[in-house]
């Protein structure tokens, strides 16, 4: 009898000290669960937009970006506008909507009446804008621009075509609606321009898209454009040129050029006679500078307006200094 009673009194023990044991558990994993889900209040909400992510150089620029930001415990809304300035301006309004504290844009289109407004109600809001790669018009007052040295591209690759070539007709393929593209193109026009043996023969939009290049090229092959040197706005479009001789079977030399410093460009730099340069920029690089500069705007410290990243040419006589495989 005292043996039953010693065990109904450990089993009311066991009950009254597992009860209490339970709940501190559930109330403990329910914290863990709706801290997981719960927006932190004093979380950094970043919205994120570049012009398309049809491009490996935006893909890295995100991911060096969100590796920085995750570090920080910040939160990011990364959309892709496809090239298209009334997404990206529906992009920036859900932006506000969502009371993030920082815009980072890659303008599908720096002087788009769309984007321009729905940047200024942003600003308006309070939220910091940063903008990357390419300018933006300065109708907007952003806080700080973050781009490659667009214009000393350009010029690097006209002093490296002159070293090469006495004399040259010239295709251009462009982005005209990408102030950093022409930025580009306009470095390389000026450092020609007293030269008369260097001559642009024909200029073609391209969209910085090797789906556009390539057919634009092809129709200048087509027509029996007498070209020997390809300028390309990036590499992607000296990508979609190179397609496009290949096919057509071409047998005489052509140089040709992109801006980017992609593993791919390089892979032909290191592997063949296809290319004759690229001018490298650095989207890691770059990617961390955007995330200092917000780490920087959220501790009230001053950055600076303008932030110009350098460039470098690669070809043949250097490709052995560079990483293939990635990006620098």
Known sequence: MMAKKEMQRSRMHYKNTLWPLLVLLVMALSFVY??????????????????TMNNDFYKTLNAELEKKTNQQGSRLYVRDPELDEGKQSQQIDFFVKEKVNVIVINPVKSNSPSIISSL????????K???VDTPISKEVAVDTTIVSDNYQAGVLIAKDMMKRLPAANILL????????????????VE??????????????????QTEEAMPQVKSALDEGMDFNVVMALNDRAAIGALAAIKNNGLNRKLSI????????????????????????????QM??????????????????????????LVNRDNISQYTVTGWQ
């Open 191 to 208: 450092t020609i321009k007293n030269q008369p043996q260097y001559k642009i023969i024909s200029q073609k939009e391209t969209l910085g």
């Open 257 to 284: 050029y992109g801006v980017d410093g992609s593993p791919d460009i390089k892979n032909f730099l290191a592997t063949t006679n296809d290319i004759e340069g690229t001018v490298a920029q650095s989207p890691i």
């Open 129 to 131: 804008i940063i903008v």
């Open 173 to 188: 393929l462009e982005h005209r609606n990408a102030v950093s593209a022409m930025d580009r193109i306009r470095g390389f």
């Open 34 to 51: 709706f801290k997981g889900i719960l927006p932190d209040p004093k979380q950094v909400k970043i919205g994120v937009t570049y012009m």
């Open 120 to 127: 200024q109600k942003a600003k308006k809001a309070g939220i």
């Open 287 to 312: 990617g961390r500078k955007v995330a200092q500069v917000i780490e920087l705007m959220q501790e009230g410290k001053s950055y600076d307006s303008q932030y110009l990243i350098p460039v470098h």
